[in-house]
């Protein structure tokens, strides 16, 4: 199964994949509803560049109590109609991925649309190691 | 839909923020940006205000493509009635505070009168409050932005330090340390109102028809056109690029604009900050990330831009990478726009070697120079007397000939008797001595055009005021040279109406005359469009320029045309046909 | 056989051996700066102006051997 790998050193925090994926797997530029978070800020120790993204460790899947998320086909899966908003996935997701949302969620999805928008390759995608 | 259609109106002097609808007549007629802004600043504030007092009013204006994909749209104009000149001023910060705002549901917020004592503006999507900035007053940008930041969390934060709070006319904004809204004393407006910050949280989004399909045509448009070769120097270099051409060129500002190449450019060029490069930095939806975020010894900055190398460098006879970087970071802290203060400095530095006034600087001299900033922006010591600029220092001391501003606005990195169009795009630019109006060195000094002739220059100049007049008004960075076409083909997808280039063309040209007339009601005309004395009558001495200077009498010819082009009469007023034609 | 010294500046930088200057062999007795620019496959739209040794000079301009030629690329904005 391949998953997003993100690459700090290349990353020039221009938000694309953000919004790449927002417009994707929410219909809208907001980048609050990105399946990921990166951000490139300066704190008092200089640059700071951070990047969380799904590596599809599968916890979310293991712990969702009415097996709303799930693989198809080497990708996660969210099925809406079984979700019963618990937010346990948000909460266990140990790079804090999932978004809440007014009614369910949102999981990567292994869409690629941020890596294909990186402009730097900051985001590959690759083989898990599991 | 792209606009919000909603703008914020906040009173610091009850309190009060309003919200009103857009002004959709004016949005289809002006876009946003820059060209929006003026227009409600045209039509708000009265002649003859003082841009210091409460009656100013400073807009933070988004463009109809902020907060989408749409590579290079992340910046925000910052506009208001410019204290250092008392022309119309209109600013563009990139970083990420523009997307925030529209996010928040906002595409502009109008800040009207004076808070009674130091507040900063808290916009959380419809929660708006003036919060105190007891505390963070008479702090730097920068102390100012990491408190407010550890204070609230994820919020984007523009500032000011303490050069806007002392009302300098060379006070700018600053956001994510460094990024600024810089020239014409913008600072200042914000530090008149007593207004330390604006923070801003946006929890919303911006929809356009086919997000999908969108989405896929502008991945296609970014990597055949926005990162393509012409561009693409933004990334690999980003501007310090420029500091070889304009040697080679023979425009480099040395010691005060003296000469046109400096002895050690090779220590403050591209290669020299690439070999201090810790990473790149973008702008909110821009893939060429021109930021160069450098660490260098004790100091760090992203830049030095090349405006920085060129005037806070060689014009100071600064040939000292560290020196230059540390000068930067200062500026960006204390809040100076680094193109007026290294022109400044470089002034004090010749009045000093030629024993007209001793400022207590020289050119090359590290030390006083860095400790130049603070002086200024805290007006102690020398510094009280350098923060008025060079004009004023020149009214008071001597030296007028060798002031270089044009309506007492600090003259950019490139010298015009190396390239006359640039000469005037300095004597005609709205804000005054401005690069960011026209850039006709591009074609000129850095092209095969003849730099020193008239020739054509007038009509250059014109395009492009007019073009990016408009780029500004949608909102795209200056550094995707993107054809009227492109940008036509963008926002018709985005507004889902049918919008051509010629549209767009007439839109720049309005825009250009609207700024205009806010100028001619405020007194300026033919008069105010001169360069310094120095231009007409002193020959640069070394390098490709060798012996070169712009006579008067080819100004005045090429001023006159630039008149007759554009429809304005001899004095520079626009002819009431113009107005006409322009719905102006 | 002639041989020029080069710099392609800044992002023109990826058509050469990624030097900052280098020495490059022409196999012809002259050639234009046009023709220099087609062999390395630089495309013409992406440079600013041409110095050779410290001078500007067009496209047409012929090179005969030991020149320093200085290519400096397209910028936008500054």
Not at chain 2, 276 to 288: G, H
Not at chain 2, 421 to 427: K, R
Not at chain 2, 444 to 456: E, K
């Amino acid at each position: 199964m391949k998953a997003l790998v993100f690459h700090a050193e290349k990353c020039i925090g221009c938000k694309l994949c953000h919004l790449a994926c927002s417009a994707q797997n929410e219909g809208e530029f907001n980048p609050r509803l990105a399946r990921l978070k990166i951000t490139s800020r300066y704190s008092r120790d200089g640059l700071v560049v951070n990047g969380q993204t799904c590596d599809l460790c599968l916890k979310c899947v293991e712990e969702c109590p009415v097996d709303a998320i799930v693989v198809k086909n080497e990708r996660l899966s969210f099925l809406d109609e079984l979700c019963n908003d618990c937010g346990i996935c948000v909460e266990i997701c140990p790079h804090q991925v999932i978004i809440k949302k007014e009614k369910g969620i949102g999981v990567c999805v292994q869409c690629r649309s941020c890596a294909n928008w990186c402009p730097t390759e900051a985001l590959t995608f690759e083989e898990v190691k599991n | 839909m792209a606009y919000t259609g909603k703008i914020l109106r906040v009173n610091l002097s009850t309190g009060k923020s309003t919200t009103e609808p857009l002004n959709e007549e004016w949005a289809r007629e002006y876009l946003g940006g820059k060209g929006l802004s003026i227009k409600y600043l045209y039509e708000e504030l009265k002649p003859g205000l003082d841009p210091l007092s409460e009656n100013n009013k400073l807009i933070l204006m988004t463009g109809p493509l902020t907060g989408t994909i749409v590579p290079n749209t992340g910046k925000l104009s910052v506009a208001a009635k410019s204290p250092a000149t008392g022309t119309i001023l209109d600013c563009s910060i990139g970083g990420h505070f523009a997307p925030e705002l529209k996010y928040a549901g906002y595409d502009a917020v109008i800040i009207e009168g004076k808070a009674k004592s130091p507040v900063y503006l808290y916009i959380e999507d419809d929660k708006v409050e003036l919060r105190s900035a007891a505390e963070l007053w008479g702090k730097g940008a920068h102390e100012t932005e990491h408190i407010i930041t550890e204070t609230l969390g994820d919020f984007i934060t523009m500032a000011i330090g303490q050069a806007g709070e002392n009302l300098l006319p060379m006070a700018c904004i600053s956001s994510e340390l460094y990024r600024q809204a810089g020239r014409g004393g913008i600072g200042a407006v914000m530090g008149s109102k007593n207004l330390k910050a604006v923070s801003v949280r946006g929890t919303g989004g911006i929809k356009v028809p086919d997000i999908r399909k969108f989405s896929a045509a502008l991945n296609k448009i970014k990597r055949e056109d926005t990162m393509s070769d012409d561009n693409i120097w933004a990334y690999t270099d980003g501007t310090p690029n420029i500091v070889d051409l304009s040697q080679d060129a023979g425009i480099l500002p040395t010691r005060n604009f003296q000469d046109g190449t400096f002895e050690d450019y090779d220590k403050i060029h591209s290669e020299a900050v690439k070999g201090v490069l810790k990473a790149k930095k973008a702008c909110f939806a821009c893939p060429l990330g021109c930021g160069n975020y450098v660490e260098k010894g004790k100091t760090m900055v992203e830049g030095p831009e090349y405006e920085t190398l060129a005037l806070c460098g060689s014009n100071c006879g600064i040939g000292d990478l560290e020196a230059v970087i540390e000068f930067n970071r200062l500026c960006d802290d204390y809040g100076l726009d680094t193109i007026s203060a290294g022109n400044t400095v470089a002034f004090a530095m010749e009045m000093t070697e030629k024993g007209i006034h001793d400022f207590g600087v020289r050119f090359g001299e590290a030390a006083m120079y860095l400790e130049m900033p603070g002086l200024i922006a805290k007006k102690e010591g020398v510094g009280a007397e350098l923060s008025r600029g060079v004009s004023a220092l020149a009214d008071k001391y001597g030296g007028k000939e060798f002031a270089m501003a044009v309506k007492k606005l600090e003259i950019p990195g490139y010298e015009p008797r190396g390239s006359w169009s640039m000469g005037l795009a300095y004597g005609t630019a709205d804000r005054g001595a401005c690069h960011l109006r026209a850039w006709p060195a591009a074609e000129d000094a850095f092209g095969d055009i003849d730099p020193l002739t008239i020739d054509g220059k007038a009509k250059m100049v014109i395009d492009m005021q007019d073009d990016n007049s408009v780029k500004f008004s949608a909102i795209f960075c200056d550094f995707w040279a993107l054809s009227t076409e492109r940008m036509a083909e963008i926002l018709s997808l985005a507004l889902e109406r049918e919008i051509t280039a010629e549209e767009l063309t007439v839109i720049g040209e309005r825009v250009y005359n609207l700024a205009r007339l806010f100028n001619e009601r405020e007194g300026f005309d033919r008069k105010d469009d001169y360069l310094p004395e120095r231009i007409y009558t002193e020959k640069l001495s070394t390098g490709f320029t060798k012996g070169k200077l712009l006579p008067r009498e080819e100004y005045e010819k090429m001023l006159s045309e630039y008149y007759q082009l554009r429809g304005w009469d001899e004095k520079g007023l626009i002819t009431e046909a113009k107005k006409k034609e322009l719905d102006l | 056989m002639i041989l020029v010294t080069l710099q392609l500046r800044g992002p023109l930088k990826k058509y050469g051996p990624e030097a900052k200057m280098f020495d490059y062999e022409i196999a012809a007795e002259s050639c234009t700066v046009r023709e220099l620019l087609e062999q390395l496959k630089v495309p013409t739209s992406s440079i600013s102006f041409i110095m050779i040794d410290g001078k500007k000079a067009d496209l047409d301009a012929t090179l005969i051997g030991g020149e320093m030629v200085i290519v400096n690329p397209r910028v936008s904005g500054g």
